[in-house]
């Protein structure tokens, strides 16, 4: 199934669940007590994680909802009996898992924040991360980080670091498939989605360059600015 986000969702709901052809399975407003903007989203095939707050790190509370991928009911995380774990120390910018941990990246800060999934306790950080913003855990055991301008891969302790990427124009997001390829998003002059063989090496491009500007013309394989 896909998750899709946006402020003013169908219907009022901000986050939606839809099967590859488009229909729509449930639809939610999340939790009310973080920030209204959807950063980013992780899933770990049984609850799905929500990164909510401001993009640019304003006044609105930032934190993560979870929510079961079955019924879109909020869940408990960890042991703290709330559906939602405040963190409003530091501007959030991207949230990955795996069986244990919750990885949340705070550009601003350099540093990718670890919590116990199981307590939603901090464990440790991440530090000296180049402006680290879209996160996602591979099936291998290793963490790729859009950080700056690359694509970096490392251990859950950040150790093992490699760039897979170099001199990528405003990187965002990244998504990683089972075959170990993977997907960052481009957002500047290119509005694109890049695509790499697990090594690094660039296969395709999706979208057209460029994006598309509104108002103005409709272009089918352009992206929206």
Request: glycine share 12%; proline share 5%; charged share 20%.
């Amino acid at each position: 199934h896909l998750f899709l986000a946006h402020l003013g969702g169908e219907a009022s709901r901000i986050l939606i669940k839809c099967t590859p052809d488009g229909q729509r399975v449930w639809g939610i407003d999340t939790t009310l007590d973080l920030g209204p903007h959807v950063i980013d989203m992780a899933t770990d095939d049984t609850s799905l994680y929500v990164l909510k707050g401001d993009f640019k790190g304003g006044p609105a509370v930032g934190g993560i909802a979870k929510i079961s991928c079955a019924t879109g009911f909020n869940e408990p995380i960890g042991q703290t009996g709330r559906s939602s774990l405040v963190l409003s120390n530091y501007p959030l910018s991207g949230i990955a898992v795996n069986a244990d941990t919750l990885f949340v990246s705070s550009e601003s800060a350099g540093k990718i924040y670890c919590f116990d999934k199981q307590t939603a306790q901090q464990m440790r950080v991440i530090e000296n991360v180049k402006q680290p913003r879209g996160l996602m855990w591979t099936t291998n055991g290793f963490l790729f980080v859009v950080a700056g301008d690359e694509v970096v891969r490392m251990k859950p302790d950040g150790s093992e670091r490699g760039v897979l990427v170099r001199q990528l124009a405003e990187p965002r997001r990244i998504a990683v498939a089972k075959n170990g390829e993977f997907f960052v998003t481009l957002q500047g002059v290119y509005q694109q989605v890049l695509h790499y063989d697990p090594a690094g090496k660039l296969l395709n491009t999706i979208g057209q360059r460029g994006g598309m500007l509104v108002p103005g013309p409709w272009v089918k394989e352009a992206m929206l600015r």
